[in-house]
């Protein structure tokens, strides 16, 4: 760790004019790595169908975070940000909705499951035909993920549904099923930054920089624990700067890497 007037001058000058930039930590943040949080995104997107659109109502998104594959034991719902329907050719060529996020604890994550409502239908040369759901369906789709969380590490899962092969006409009646297929997959979403400044009488900030993104944790009143979560890998700048003016301010980097947590270790501001 260096301390140097001029090169700390530059930096608290470059922070500070980015304040407006600093809404990605925060307290909640602190709190939700401290305790054994992941944050898990759940996003949709699709396939190209040739079809004039395909209208499916998801209601509710439920994750299992257990090795249980029964009906209630490790399953919890996740919040989702619009419950209703959703085109899904609005969702083509690499274009995704966020359908829903929760942090989670870390550790496994076996299964997603989508519960639909009974507004699903798909448009054929104008004309609009309702989509029936198989019975078997109507508890939930059930997706197999498979995937290990980490404390502390932001990671999105895509639903990417296939339109073309999930609508069914069903033999001479006219009628048209839905029967999804679906496949998932997921990726960390940078990594994360934790570490602990003290004395806490020192009234610290922490920000961090790394070109032209700045951002902000306010330290634990009580530890002096920090986090900044979902961070872009590579070098970041770690100002810690002291409010109460009897304290030395410092600067250091660290190396960031996707799906790790980078551990800034302690320290210990210094009298002036």
């Not at 499916?56 to 994750?63: G, H, L, P």
């Amino acid at each position: 760790m260096k301390e140097g007037t001029s090169t700390l001058s530059v930096l608290v000058l470059g922070f500070i004019s980015s304040v407006l930039l600093i809404f990605l930590s925060c307290n909640k943040s602190s709190t939700g790595a401290y305790s054994g949080n992941s944050r898990l995104e759940v996003r949709l997107t699709d396939d190209p169908a040739n079809y004039d659109a395909v209208y499916i109502d998801i209601q509710k998104v439920e994750v299992n975070v257990s090795s249980d594959t029964g009906t209630s034991i490790g399953w919890q719902t996740v919040n989702i940000l619009r419950p209703g329907v959703y085109n899904l050719l609005h969702f083509r060529n690499g274009i995704d909705t966020l359908l829903a996020s929760a942090d989670l604890p870390a550790g496994s994550l076996s299964q997603i499951r989508l519960i639909l409502g009974d507004h699903n239908s798909v448009v054929i040369n104008g004309q609009s035909y309702a989509l029936t759901t198989p019975s078997a369906q109507q508890s939930g789709l059930k997706l197999n993920i498979h995937s290990i969380l980490t404390a502390g590490i932001v990671y999105r899962l895509w639903i990417d549904f296939d339109a073309s092969r999930s609508i069914v006409t069903a033999g001479n009646s006219g009628k048209h099923l839905l029967k999804p297929v679906i496949r998932t997959y997921s990726e960390a979403i940078g990594g994360s930054i934790k570490g602990f400044v003290l004395p806490t009488a020192a009234k610290p900030l922490v920000w961090a920089a790394q070109g032209s993104d700045t951002l902000l944790a306010l330290p634990d009143s009580l530890t002096g624990y920090y986090f900044f979560g979902g961070v872009n890998a590579g070098s970041w700048n770690l100002l810690i700067q002291a409010r109460d003016s009897t304290y030395k301010d410092s600067v250091f980097s660290v190396i960031v890497n996707t799906g790790a947590v980078t551990n800034a270790g302690s320290v210990m501001l210094s009298k002036k």
